[in-house]
């Protein structure tokens, strides 16, 4: 089957975008790279969060940005290239402080339909599963690692319904989890 978007999701600190950064080079041409939103938003446009009424107008620009992105991003994609996306529209769904269902509902959006927009989903699980430090990397990252987990668990939740998802947890060794999550990034992107 060839595959025309996949999408790297997991919680903070899961090592999300440098598996999709080193397949982004390492694939060139092949892949057309989808960034994460959220961290472009917050670290150029949105001010820190500090109620819930900003959260919830920053998960609405999440959403909107990412689906006009993508879009745009499929629109251009040519012949055989796939759109590797870190992170997917249903994301803001593990940010959302009142769960899933209510942010399906607030976007006005089907949970079904927006994670069947990708043909492959690879889920990294945050190093804060292990109590791993999820610091390194991402100015913006302010969750504590109880957090983290919380936001996880429920991407996990919204991810783990879709039928060609792949789960790699946490290691102790980054590098490890990285290289596993590379290897199944690799073979889709090999097989099509």
């Not at 919380?150 to 792949?166: E, G």
């Amino acid at each position: 089957m060839a595959l025309s978007r996949i999408v790297v999701t997991g919680g903070p600190g899961a090592g999300k975008t440098s598996v999709w950064r080193e397949l982004v080079t390492a694939y060139g041409a092949r892949v057309v790279g989808v960034p994460e939103v959220a961290t472009l938003l917050l670290e150029h446009v949105f001010p820190p969060v500090q109620n819930l009424a900003e959260r919830h107008a920053v998960q609405h620009a999440i959403f909107q940005v990412q689906r006009s992105l993508e879009s745009v991003a499929d629109a251009r994609r040519s012949g055989d290239q796939v759109l590797l996306c870190d992170r997917g529209i249903p994301d803001g769904a593990g940010y959302w402080p009142e769960g899933s269902p209510a942010f399906f509902a607030a976007m006005n959006a089907d949970w079904e339909a927006e994670i069947l927009r990708y043909d492959a989903v690879l889920f990294l699980e945050t190093a804060a599963a292990g109590g791993l430090s999820i610091a390194h990397g991402n100015a913006i990252r302010t969750e504590t690692l109880e957090a983290a987990v919380r936001v996880d668990d429920q991407l996990r939740s919204v991810w783990s319904k879709h039928p060609n998802c792949v789960f790699v947890p946490h290691e102790v060794d980054f590098a490890v989890k990285l290289e596993r999550g590379s290897a199944v990034l690799r073979a889709w992107l090999d097989s099509g």
